[in-house]
């Protein structure tokens, strides 16, 4: 039986077409030169002969155009993790590593979701279009076992603020950020030629952390240039995460033309944060899992600013599901580019020239037409909140849930807290905490602030005698208070009063704002002439 088997498969071999023998060749892995000269080296001898009839490879080519993903239903080159393992990442930045390519691309242009990849840009739609239900719904099916199912969880602040706060806390990512969702499906929609060059990306942001961690779990060779600015624990962690990293250049703008001069030479793919419809349907399968975690949801808090791709893929999918719920956007007042564009019609060019360090993802480029239809589509309303907003929103997450996050991950709650929702009160509310990426030096800043904006923390000066005795009695009415002192400084040579007066500044910590005006209170009555120092 097998001897008649094998007999009638040979025949068929001999009895192929032409171009049957070249789809059957398509199987051949480009990744080994032997094969792809073999390939190539034909077609381009046949096609030079034959100049008045169009090869195949002619009508499906282009010989600088754009790298398809192929045919319509064509089976994927398998990954071998065996052929990466003598991947050289010095030989491959020095371009000492021959690539092959193959560029085909199929009959029907209609059927292709993403528009051309060349190897300095990122994936972009073929034309502005909103994404659907069904892709968001096939980019969570496919990234399930990739990234966590965060908890949303019922908040202790629902009491404080009058509503039943629900916080879907994405923080709790492997990276720390919900950007893992659309790094991820990106990054699995990329063709398999493309996977096996690598990629390539810019700055330390949660955008390229993600890139760096999953692109490394899926042995994507993956490169980050940064700036030599960067704080060295950021530039530890993504070399933590699996990536190459590479200082270069004393401003971000010259890191990305270094990548992008990396991409075009070495054929990486150069992934930038833009709204393509893979990366926003990755990220609207937050928005999905919010409503099969709390059922009969009445609005949904979610951060804008400049790239507000998780705002407009959530916003879709919810709206899709129950067109009641409140889509809510929110944005700081510094910048608020999101208003803006949806004012004018189109995105606004605004970048913040200061605070980028506190704000980060928050701020930067601005987001495309994709994002922005989506967001006028369907996002009910979009409002600001104040810098002072943003950190009492992170002293209260740090003190009620015990969570450390970012400017872009309390940004959501810091507009409960500043009261911007009134007609929301008595109702069930998911707020988005999608990011706890906080460097430890700008945390102790941040909360130091934030416990003086919430009357927590207060300090005044006086001027004493030196007579013994007269500094106990000023820390006698602070133990009466029930004020607890955390400094205090007693100054003597830089006075312009009596010779025998000193002056005392003291910081003394309070439980809130009326404790703290109690406090006031009892000192001026000792001490008229007491300055108290205003936040």
């Not at 009638?8 to 792809?36: G, H, I, M, Q, V």
């Not at 990276?175 to 790094?183: A, D, M």
């Not at 507000?308 to 580019?337: Q, R």
């Amino acid at each position: 039986m097998n001897l008649v088997a094998q007999f009638l498969y040979s025949r068929a071999l001999k009895n192929r077409t032409p171009r049957e023998r070249f789809r059957e060749e398509e199987e051949y892995d480009p990744f080994w030169p032997s094969s792809a000269k073999k390939l190539f080296t034909k077609k381009i001898e046949s096609n030079v002969r034959k100049t008045d009839v169009p090869s195949y490879c002619e009508r499906h080519c282009c010989k600088d155009g754009p790298i398809r993903n192929g045919h319509i239903g064509q089976r994927p080159l398998p990954i071998n993790p065996e052929r990466l393992k003598d991947f050289g990442e010095e030989d491959y930045l020095n371009g000492g590593v021959n690539i092959w390519e193959m560029k085909i691309i199929s009959h029907n242009e209609e059927l292709l979701r993403d528009s051309a990849i060349r190897p300095d840009r990122l994936i972009q739609p073929a034309f502005n279009k909103f994404i659907r239900f069904e892709d968001i719904s096939a980019a969570a099916f496919k990234i399930q076992c990739g990234v966590q199912k965060t908890p949303c969880m019922y908040s202790r602040l629902s009491k404080q603020y009058g509503m039943d706060l629900y916080l879907k806390k994405e923080f709790l990512q492997y990276t720390g950020s919900v950007k893992e969702r659309g790094v991820l499906y990106l990054l699995l929609s990329l063709p398999q030629d493309q996977q096996r060059k690598g990629v390539i990306v810019t700055s330390d942001s949660n955008f390229s952390m993600a890139v760096a961690y999953h692109a490394s779990e899926h042995r994507i060779p993956v490169f980050v240039i940064m700036s030599t600015n960067i704080l060295p624990a950021r530039v530890k962690m993504c070399r933590d995460y699996g990536a190459m990293v590479i200082s270069y250049g004393s401003t971000p703008r010259d890191s990305q033309l270094h990548a992008r001069r990396l991409a075009q030479e070495n054929g990486y793919l150069y992934l930038e944060e833009i709204d393509s419809d893979v990366y926003l349907s990755g990220l609207g399968t937050m928005g999905l899992e919010i409503y099969e975690q709390v059922p009969k949801l009445d609005a949904v808090i979610f951060p804008a600013g400049t790239h507000c791709g998780l705002l407009a893929g959530s916003a879709a999918v919810l709206k899709h599901l129950n067109p009641h719920i409140s889509v809510i956007g929110v944005e700081s007042e510094s910048f608020p580019v999101l208003q803006q564009s949806l004012k004018v019609g189109h995105p606004v060019d605004r970048q913040i020239r200061s605070n980028r360090h506190f704000y980060r993802d928050v701020s930067g480029p601005c987001f495309g037409t994709n994002s922005l239809q989506l967001t006028g589509k369907f996002v009910d309303k979009v409002v600001t909140v104040r810098e002072e907003d943003i950190l009492i929103a992170m002293l209260r997450m740090l003190e009620y849930e015990r969570a450390t996050v970012d400017a872009e991950g309390a940004i959501g709650l810091a507009a409960v807290v500043a009261g911007k929702f009134p007609e929301l009160k008595g109702k069930r509310v998911a707020v988005a905490v999608c990011s706890g990426n906080l460097e430890l030096p700008l945390m102790r800043q941040c909360i130091d602030r934030a416990l003086t904006l919430d009357n927590r923390v207060c300090k005044f000066s006086t001027h004493i005698s030196d007579c013994p005795g007269d500094i106990s009695k000023l820390l006698e009415i602070l133990a009466r208070e029930e004020a607890r002192v955390l400094d205090i400084k007693q100054e003597h040579m830089y006075m312009t009063s009596d010779l025998f007066t000193s002056e005392v500044t003291c910081i003394a910590e309070t439980r809130d704002k009326m404790h703290c005006v109690q406090l006031k209170n009892a000192l001026l009555e000792r001490y008229p002439m007491m300055t108290w120092m205003e936040r």
